[in-house]
């Protein structure tokens, strides 16, 4: 059996006594090594040879590292670009890693840290850095991707991004409100890249008691603290080699948001009750409903760390705004809910459910239609679904339908859940309102309101008996301007 020939890797840095020191290093790890000490210099290697990765200064004589990756970028190659950074400049690292960069070290270069990164760029795991068998990695669920089902344009603009943000260690800022899928978003950039194998640690912030957020973190020592009976890992522990996705990152209190930031500049983490410090090698990924950028300005959320996350945003669009995906979404929902509970085949909804569906907002997006069909498919009991089965109030529906052309303002809605037309026939007002949006407006106000005036103006027991959950009907509120105790 042949041995694979050793990685080549080029360094371009300017201090000939750190450009050795990389170069030594590097060599003991079984690495074939070019050098440059300039940007020209460089770039007349890598004219001449393909590199596994090239690892640079930011600082050159004759420009600057982005000069490299700009480079790489437009001759399409496929190096793995590091970029050695000053110490506590930021900005420069989060450029970098905007322009392309796999990841970044911060000078003094810590030998270990360098080791680990340049293998985890070259896909190669260091004794070091090695799992316990007890600990052997998870690899993330392949069925990521594939659930981020739709093929609108918002849609195909997340799964591009997706695959070219997967290639790097640049964090990832996942916006998006409740149920579009933001972890499955997450899950998706870890499948696709060199970490795969390796284990996703998935954290919700918001459901974790502050004052164990450290020891969650972090992990801790035995003793250090009543009921403390053995030394346990954290998240960033569990993680390591990995990556570590922080959803409800806005929910984090701002003590602990200074310590993550830390975290994350040193790449390395003390336990509870411990004196020395660990180093870990986590690419993170972070999600959040809330507009951070607002969070900030409110003094809620450190600007520092806001800037750390988000070099990278990905929005994960609300349902209604790719209400052309409904159909192929709810199929694909349909099935996987039917395969569970045993049903066979898979029901199948008419061309009115489907135009209900259409005309409903989804404040609870995906995860508020998979509940949806959860309890149409326990109602139904045949082959179809109709629009009775979803049990949603005419009140409820916001969006006029064309039912001359037999389509939505979103599109037309027939495809492979289609199936004969129902009919039941309409309810309509004697006169035709001149406006749809607003009568309807008006009708699902009034109803609202007669159903709070009922309650007392108990938006809780209003909500149960019109079918809906609280969220539903404060968004409902808010939308209609119906105050708490209006008459």
């Known amino acids: 059996m042949s041995t694979p020939s050793p990685a080549r890797l080029l360094v371009v840095d300017d201090e000939p006594d750190l450009r050795t020191l990389y170069e030594l290093t590097l060599l003991r790890e079984g690495y074939e090594i070019d050098s440059a000490g300039c940007v020209a210099e460089a770039l007349e290697h890598l004219r001449a040879h393909s590199y596994g990765a090239v690892i640079t200064d930011m600082k050159l004589p004759d420009g600057n590292g982005l000069e490299l990756l700009r480079w790489l970028e437009q001759a399409g ?29 911060t000078k003094p270069v810590d030998l270990r840290q360098f080791r680990l990164v340049v293998g985890s760029a070259l896909g190669r795991v260091s004794s070091e850095a090695a ?20 093929e609108s ?19 990832v800022l996942v916006q998006g409100e409740s149920g579009t899928g933001k972890e499955l978003v ?13 284990r996703f640690v998935a954290v919700n912030c918001g459901a974790i008691p502050e004052n164990l957020l450290e020891a969650e973190f972090f992990g801790y020592r035995k003793g250090a603290f009543t009921g403390a009976n053995e030394d346990r890992e954290g998240f960033f522990q569990a993680a390591d080699g990995g990556t570590l996705f922080l959803d409800e990152i806005g929910d984090l209190p701002l003590a602990m948001q200074s310590k993550l930031l830390r975290v994350i500049q040193e790449r390395s983490v003390r336990p509870v009750g411990a004196v020395a410090e660990a180093p870990v090698n986590v690419r993170i990924l972070s999600a959040t409903h809330k507009d951070l950028a607002a969070e900030v300005a409110a003094g809620r959320f450190r600007q520092d760390l806001f800037y750390r996350l988000n070099v990278i945003q990905i929005r994960v669009p609300p349902l209604r705004e790719r209400l052309e995906d409904l159909g192929l979404i709810a199929e694909r ?13 898979t029901p ?46 005419d009140a409820l529906l916001d969006t006029p339908l064309d039912e001359s052309r037999g389509e939505s303002q979103f599109g037309r809605l027939d495809g492979p859940l289609a199936g004969p037309a129902p009919v039941d026939g309409l309810c309509l007002p004697e006169t035709l309102p001149s406006d749809l949006a607003a009568y ?32 539903q009907i404060r968004y409902r509120m808010a939308r209609l301007d119906i105050s708490a105790g209006e008459a």
């Open 131 to 150: 799992p316990t068998p007890a600990a052997a990695p998870r690899a993330a669920p392949a069925a990521a991707a594939s659930r981020l089902v739709g």
């Open 333 to 345: 929902v349909l099935s996987r809910i039917a395969q569970d509970a045993g049903v066979s085949p």
């Open 348 to 393: 199948r909804l008419t061309p009115q459910a489907l135009q209900t569906l259409a005309r409903y907002a989804f404040p609870g997006n995906v995860r508020e239609l998979e509940n949806l069909l959860h309890r149409a498919l326990a109602l139904s009991g045949g082959e179809w679904m109709d629009a009775a089965d979803l049990g949603l109030p």
């Open 153 to 171: 344009e918002a849609m195909r603009a997340v799964r591009a991004l997706i695959e070219k943000v997967a290639r790097s260690m640049a964090p």
């Open 440 to 471: 309807l407006d008006d009708v699902e106000r009034a109803i609202l309101l007669r159903a709070l005036e009922q309650h007392r103006f108990n938006r809780t027991a209003a909500a149960a008996s019109l079918g809906l959950s609280l969220r």
């Open 77 to 105: 190659r496929s190096e793995k670009a590091l970029v050695i950074t000053a110490f506590g400049s930021a900005e420069n690292a989060v450029e970098a890693l905007k322009a392309g960069a796999y990841d970044y070290l």
């Open 186 to 198: 997450a899950r998706a950039i870890h499948a696709q890249g060199a970490r795969a194998a390796a």
